[in-house]
């Protein structure tokens, strides 16, 4: 594997479930990112994880739960959400100080 | 506060014609500009960047921009567009000081179509 990887690439879930996102980049970098994107929308940064620790949390509702368990891996964790969280996942990495983020191919989730 | 205007969010052209994508952005501080480019039901991959140096960056894919300070605007161009340029493509801004981490602001997108 290669650049930055995303499983699943698709998701369906009822507003009960329990769901995790996955994320790993293969670059060595030491930032990693969760953003969420939407129809008609930017692009929202939702947290941000550097050297494994979080650094920003862009007011993101507590239905959404990240993880960083070492610099390689970043989770999202969902659990009762809404169907207007459904939108595209996008993961990024990114080698600090300042350079551009790598992106993965995202997890489409839908949320019934 | 750094943000970044693109306008049009829906650009159409003919094969062969010209790609001009408007990018404006307002930051405090000198940018670091990305242009990036997402094909559907993927990310998005980076087409270039500007951080320091010379104002017209050359990227991927035929695709280069201007960095005009003057002007606050980084417009992505490409000479001669081709079917497979057809895409969304974001421009972004980033402050990179105050911090460890690189957060990038950006545009809502144009859509690019080319016509055969």
């Not at chain 1, 994880?49 to 368990?69: M, T």
């Not at chain 1, 959400?81 to 997890?107: H, K, M, R, V, W």
């Not at chain 2, 480019?37 to 500007?50: D, F, I």
């Not at chain 2, 280069?64 to 421009?91: G, I, R, V, W």
Request: hydrophobic share 35%; glycine share 6%; with cysteine.
């Amino acid at each position: 594997e290669t650049g930055v990887t995303q499983t699943p690439r698709h998701l369906v879930m009822g507003m009960t479930n329990k769901k995790s996102l996955k994320c790993e980049q293969h670059l060595g970098h030491n930032a990693m990112y969760w953003y969420k994107q939407s129809a008609k929308k930017p692009l929202e940064l939702m947290f941000v994880y550097s050297l494994e620790e979080r650094v920003e949390n862009n007011s993101v509702p507590s239905r959404f739960s990240p993880e960083c368990p070492n610099s390689s891996h970043l989770f999202l964790h969902l659990h009762t959400l809404q169907p207007e969280d459904s939108a595209l996942y996008l993961c990024a990495s990114s080698q600090e100080p300042a350079s551009e983020q790598f992106f993965g191919p995202g997890t489409r989730l839908t949320v019934l | 506060a750094q943000s970044v205007t693109q306008l049009g969010s829906h650009v159409s052209v003919s094969e062969g014609a010209l790609v001009l994508l408007r990018c404006n952005y307002s930051s405090s501080v000198p940018p670091y500009l990305f242009w990036y480019v997402q094909y559907p039901n993927q990310g998005l991959q980076l087409l270039l960047k500007y951080t320091t140096g010379a104002t017209l960056v050359k990227g991927i894919n035929g695709f280069e921009a201007e960095f005009k300070k003057s002007e606050t605007s980084f417009h992505l161009t490409k000479p001669s567009a081709h079917m497979s340029d057809a895409a969304e493509y974001f421009c972004a801004v980033s402050d990179h000081y105050g911090g460890a981490t690189n957060k990038l602001i950006f545009g809502t997108g144009t859509l690019l179509a080319v016509q055969p």
